[in-house]
């Protein structure tokens, strides 16, 4: 006779639900920081190079073209976001089959979007090259490293998408270790693509796309071979609809996020082309150590994405909140103490990038000018990252899209009639991050993000 009276079987246990909630962030984030560390070694190690070995302009083409690869590519980047909230939310409710599926899904879309991407970027890459102003002793070299680039962002696409699939199920450590591993490939290829072949602007180019070859054929290496339900089976790679509508119904407000965000940066950018290739390579050194200082903030928003999305998918509502508190509280304290460095040793760490005063004086003056104010834009960033775990994207999107695209855009369309100074760009950025913190503030408060579940 069947035992009725049994207990019924403990779930396992799932640190991300169940463990010490400021340890498991920082345990979780700890590893995205890092790899996103190496992720910034990319293009940092291309504009250290280039401007200490082959000078001011090939500096300045590098710089500038990050602007226009985070416009073009973001947008299908969003769908990765999507798919990565998905596959957490799945994974936390036990939906073994959704997970399948969605990771399918996702995967081959991000192949048919990065092939895309490349003819797109290829063809229209001189397009926009003198769409933003760039200056002509710097077009050819942009132009030809952008060019290159697009021919392997398949690679990135796909690395990313792996990589985001791998953290939304609470492993962080293994896209981690691929990412060292293509960084100091990227290093390596660049010192002798550069230095001992002089392919100056072309080199680092072709270093870059053959890391992130060797970076998305680990991550799908690693899929193929896992045990558990987020396995990747090539013959089942296909487009289901369902997911799909999932995947952009979630993924495509973050997507225009990105990519709208971007585009205002490109117009940004056109600003300060306006003043000259010795502001172009200064800005765009900054750029570098921008990435860095932003890396613990967006590292604790990637965390708090996952760690928000499984306690949803569990129904743990309380571990929901305090997650969100959290992360912060690291943000907060990991931000104010790098940008403190970053202020004091600004000129310093820009002599990295190049030895020519004007270039330096112009990236420390963007550096001291903004770097008192990263922690509202850390704080907009988590905050973001929180309440997209949820599924809800559309909000969070609007209010960043408004800030850093459109107020911003607003500002520098009327500001420079009456002061033609470089630093009014500067105020720009400072200005949107200000009323994009008080806006994301009041919607995390106010808002359904989370009441929507809870009322299910």
């Known amino acids: 006779m069947e035992d009725t009276n049994q207990a019924p079987e403990a779930a396992p246990y799932n640190a991300i639900t169940d463990g010490v909630i400021w340890k498991q962030l920082l345990l979780f984030a700890a590893p995205l920081l890092v790899g996103n560390l190496f992720q910034q ?3 940092t190690a291309d504009s250290i190079i280039v401007g200490n070995y082959v000078g001011k302009n090939a500096l300045a083409a590098v710089g500038s073209s990050a602007v226009i690869i985070n416009m073009i590519i973001g947008f299908f980047m969003g769908l990765a976001t999507g798919a990565g ?28 979007s990065g092939l895309l991407l490349t003819v797109l970027g290829i063809f229209l890459t001189p397009v926009i090259i003198r769409l933003i102003g760039t200056p002509e002793e710097v077009q050819s070299s942009s132009i030809l490293y952008l060019r290159v680039f697009f021919t392997g962002i398949t690679f990135l696409m796909i690395y990313n998408m792996g990589a985001g699939i791998l953290r939304a199920v609470g492993d962080a450590k293994r896209p981690l270790y691929y ?14 693509f550069v230095l001992f072949l002089k392919l100056g602007v072309l080199g680092v180019a072709l270093g870059t796309i053959l890391s992130e070859l060797l970076s998305a054929a680990l991550t799908v290496r690693a899929l193929m071979k896992e045990t558990d339900v987020y396995r990747l089976v090539l013959k089942d790679l296909r487009i289901k609809k369902k997911y799909l509508m999932q995947i952009v119904r979630v993924g495509l407000p973050a997507g225009i996020q990105q990519s709208v965000i971007a585009f205002s940066n490109v117009i940004v950018q056109s600003h300060i082309n306006g003043f000259g290739s010795a502001a172009m390579a200064g ?54 103490l790098i940008s403190a460095i970053i202020y004091l040793l600004g000129s310093q760490i820009l002599s990295v ?90 919607y995390y408060k106010k808002g359904s993000w989370l009441k929507k579940y809870q009322t299910d």
Not at 179 to 192: E, P, Q
């Open 283 to 336: 800005c765009g050194a900054y750029t570098k150590v921008d990435a860095f200082v932003t890396l613990p903030f967006m590292s604790i928003s990637l965390a708090s994405t996952t760690f928000v999305g499984q306690n949803i998918g569990a129904q743990k509502w309380d571990r929901v909140k305090k997650s969100a508190r959290t992360s912060f509280l690291i943000s907060t304290v990991f931000t104010v």
């Open 85 to 112: 909230v998905l596959v957490s939310q799945y994974f936390g409710a036990k939906d073994d089959r959704s997970v399948h599926d969605t990771i399918h899904t996702g995967m081959m879309a991000m192949v048919f």
């Open 353 to 442: 990038f190049t030895s020519d005063s004007e270039v330096i004086r112009f990236g420390t003056m963007q550096l001291r000018w903004m770097a008192p104010f990263y922690v509202l834009c850390g704080f907009s960033n988590v905050c973001s990252g929180v309440i997209r775990g949820s599924g809800e994207t559309t909000i969070p999107m609007l209010i960043m899209v408004f800030n850093f695209c459109v107020l911003r855009v607003i500002w520098l369309s009327v500001m420079p009639a009456f002061i033609h100074d470089i630093t009014i760009v500067f105020l720009g950025y400072i200005l949107t991050w200000t009323t994009c913190a008080v806006m994301m503030m009041i």
């Open 179 to 192: 990412l060292i591993a293509a960084s100091l490939t990227n290093v390596f290829l660049d010192f002798v």
């Open 41 to 43: 070694l990319y293009n």
